[in-house]
C-alpha cells in the first residue's frame, strides 16, 4: 500500500485493488470508482503543500485531486 500523512492528521491508504482510505479520528472512509476514482489501484499519494489537497496517481496513469 501506499501511504500519506496529511497537513491534518489524517491517514490515506492507497490500496492496489480496493481503492483509497482515510483514516481518521472520526473513522473511515473509503473512496473508489463508484466514488468517481479511474482506478482502484493506487500507486502513488502526496498532498500539496499549504493547499490541504491530496493528489493520487492510480495504475490507470490518472491524477486524481482529493479535498481532504
Given at each position: 500500500?501506499?501511504?500519506?500523512?496529511?497537513?491534518r492528521?489524517?491517514?490515506?491508504?492507497?490500496?492496489?485493488?480496493?481503492?483509497?482510505?482515510?483514516?481518521?479520528?472520526?473513522?473511515?472512509?473509503?473512496?473508489?470508482?463508484a466514488?468517481?476514482?479511474?482506478?482502484?489501484?493506487?500507486?502513488?499519494l502526496?498532498?500539496?503543500?499549504?493547499?490541504?489537497?491530496?493528489?493520487?496517481?492510480?495504475?490507470?496513469?490518472?491524477?486524481?485531486?482529493?479535498?481532504?
Amino acid at each position: 500500500p501506499t501511504l500519506c500523512r496529511d497537513s491534518r492528521s489524517n491517514l490515506w491508504v492507497g490500496t492496489l485493488g480496493a481503492g483509497l482510505i482515510k483514516v481518521s479520528r472520526d473513522g473511515q472512509l473509503q473512496l473508489a470508482t463508484a466514488d468517481g476514482l479511474a482506478d482502484d489501484a493506487i500507486l502513488a499519494l502526496t498532498e500539496s503543500p499549504g493547499s490541504g489537497v491530496l493528489w493520487a496517481g492510480t495504475l490507470g496513469g490518472i491524477l486524481h485531486r482529493i479535498s481532504g
